[in-house]
């Protein structure tokens, strides 16, 4: 029976981490880079854990971006992931009910970026409708390709339009 346990990035020990990062190379394999794991430090993780076993996570960091030309703290989801012998079982599911209701406490708007939109969409996330952007060298450059894996939660929300603007702040490895 699994349990699943949410925890400040900051409290967590070395094992723990290089756990974690078993978890997240088995479930995205080459895939998964340490730009990758870096984008998932920094702010609280879930942890789904059967006895000493981690068998999955889900992060959700705070990430400085312009929405509509306000300066907004958004929540953004990293590293979910369930490890590849214990998907199917509603893990993957559990985690990110629990991080989605810390993401409602915490921040006005949460998104993250996907290729698996319908597993999101289960879970009540829905497919950004505007246009993103990224701040390099204090320009707006434009992320279009970005887009189509963009998701944000709560579902309805003002600001959320076909015309909306969202700038995120640069970082190494994927900007979104
Ligand atoms: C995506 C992932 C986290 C799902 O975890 P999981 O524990 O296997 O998912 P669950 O068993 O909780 O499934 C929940 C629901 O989502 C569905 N689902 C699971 N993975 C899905 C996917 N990749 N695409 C669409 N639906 C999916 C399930 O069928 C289930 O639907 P149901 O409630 O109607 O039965 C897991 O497959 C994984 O780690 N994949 C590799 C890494 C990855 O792609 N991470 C997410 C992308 S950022």
């Known amino acids: 029976m699994a349990q699943y346990l949410i925890h400040d990035d900051a409290s967590l020990d070395a094992s723990i981490r290089a756990a974690i990062r078993q978890v997240l190379n088995a479930a995205f394999g080459a895939d998964f880079s340490d730009a990758d794991a ?4 920094g702010g609280i993780r879930v942890l789904a854990v059967d006895g000493d076993t981690i068998i999955g996570h889900a992060a959700l960091v705070g990430r400085q971006m312009q929405v509509n030309g306000v ?11 369930v490890h590849p012998d214990r998907q199917g079982q509603g893990h993957g599911n559990a985690l990110m009910q629990i991080l989605g209701a ?3 406490e915490r921040y006005a708007i949460t998104m993250l970026s996907t290729g698996e939109q319908e597993f999101y969409e ?3 996330w829905v497919r950004f409708l505007g246009k ?14 970005e887009d189509e894996g963009l998701m944000v939660l709560p579902a309805e929300a003002s600001w959320h339009t076909r015309d909306c603007v969202v700038v995120c702040d640069w970082r190494a490895g994927d900007v979104w």
């Open 132 to 145: 993103s952007y990224v701040t390099e060298h204090e320009q707006m450059v434009r992320t279009a390709d």
């Open 102 to 104: 810390r993401a409602h």
């Open 38 to 41: 870096d984008h998932a430090a």
């Open 122 to 124: 289960k879970l009540g």
């Open 71 to 81: 300066p907004v703290t958004v929540g953004y989801v990293e590293g979910v992931a």
